[in-house]
């Protein structure tokens, strides 16, 4: 069995003055994706790209089953960016169109917000990001264009994966915490698009098949209303660190999403982490599952270690089958369908990304 290390402890810490510390709320969250639907066009592209027809059916068959109807893609089709070899793009020419189309993305998300003249008021901004850079970034454009202060505080969260949704909540607790007037701003916006490659490996093409393009604007601030942020809770599964890794090449960022992971998160999963994560609860004490959908392997992992209903994890299907994975968005996306849907309760929110490490939160709706 996999061996579980807890990198980092309850975030609420300690009291010794005896003050009882301010709750963070995530008052509202917004998303936003690009207007073009890729996923046919991709599963058509991938599967007649392999040499070998039994590569070409086992794509077929695994595209089918992957319970994802669409993915949204800053350009209309693979053609459409790539031409005729993806493997001719380079790493520069894919940072190019992120500096193009990511800051737009991220300013809807923010617009979805309806922050009005209470842009004005944001005192802190994150902005998470693992599938493009440049300076000046997608911060400054939210200051010039969404009415927040240049005199904000800024945060950018880079290349930590599909996790980073969660280590920006976690930073913008501590930040309210610590500071009870603060109104933290978090933004999440990943092209993952960008990164596709020509390849005869089936492993690699699959991975490009759950991946989208998405932006997610969160308000976090001491208001009560909303979700309340209780504690955080980072897991390191050892014995994996191949198992998902992501890493810049020379035409674009290069993925590694292994077939063993969800087997190796399903095993690290036990009684004992789970008392760690819920902070000594029961799992069956959870009302809210808020799992990052990495892919269908992954939901079905989870839900078999913790035992779950398959109705327990609807928001994080509902997301997978809507926009795939869209890396630091995408836990986002899913605490959104659940505070649109209205739900209640204690949750529990989980992202996995390179490591293999996990990024856990518990919150009350």
């Not at 980072?234 to 890794?245: G, V």
């Not at 969800?262 to 036990?270: E, K, Q």
């Not at 869209?326 to 659940?338: P, R």
Request: with cysteine; glycine share 10%; aromatic share 8%.
């Amino acid at each position: 069995m996999p061996a579980i290390v807890a990198v980092v402890g309850d975030a609420v810490g300690g009291n010794p003055g005896g003050v009882s510390p301010t709750t963070a709320y995530v008052n509202a969250i917004s998303t936003a994706v690009p207007e073009y639907d890729v996923h046919d066009d991709f599963v058509e592209y991938a599967q007649n790209s392999f040499d070998e027809r039994r590569k070409h059916l086992l794509f077929r068959r695994m595209a089918e089953r992957a319970q994802i109807s669409h993915r949204w893609a800053a350009f209309p089709s693979v053609a459409s960016f790539y031409g005729d070899d993806p493997n001719a793009v380079d790493t520069e020419t894919r940072m190019i169109e992120f500096e193009r189309s990511a800051p737009d993305l991220a300013v809807r998300a923010v617009d979805g917000l309806g922050l009005g003249t209470g842009a004005a008021d944001i005192t802190h901004l994150i902005v998470l990001t693992c599938t493009g850079f440049y300076s000046p970034g997608i911060d400054f454009e939210i200051m010039r264009r969404c009415g927040v202060p240049t005199t904000v505080e800024r945060t950018q969260v880079g290349f930590m994966g599909c996790f980073a949704g969660i280590n920006g909540l976690k930073l913008a607790h501590h930040i309210v915490r610590s500071e009870p007037t603060a109104r933290v701003l978090v933004v999440s916006v990943e092209l993952c698009s960008l990164h596709m490659q020509s390849t005869q490996d089936l492993e690699t093409m699959l991975s490009f098949l759950v991946f989208g393009d998405g932006a997610a604007a969160v308000l976090v601030t001491a208001d009560e209303q909303g979700l309340a942020l209780e504690s955080f809770q980072a897991l390191m599964i050892e014995d994996s660190r191949e198992l998902i890794t992501w890493r810049i090449g020379g035409m674009g960022f290069d993925m590694v999403l292994s077939g063993k992971a969800p087997g190796s998160l399903s095993r690290a999963l036990d009684a004992p982490t789970m008392k760690t994560v819920l902070a000594g609860a029961e799992p069956s004490s959870i009302d809210l599952w808020a799992i990052h959908p990495g892919g269908r392997s992954i939901l079905d992992a989870v839900e078999g270690a913790l035992e779950l209903t398959p109705d327990r994890l609807s928001a994080s299907r509902t997301v997978l089958d809507d926009y795939g994975n869209m890396s630091s968005a995408t836990v986002l996306f899913v605490l959104k369908e659940m505070m649109d849907r209205g739900d209640t309760g204690r949750g529990c929110a989980m992202a996995f990304g390179p490591g293999l490490t996990a990024e856990t939160m518990l919150f009350r709706a």
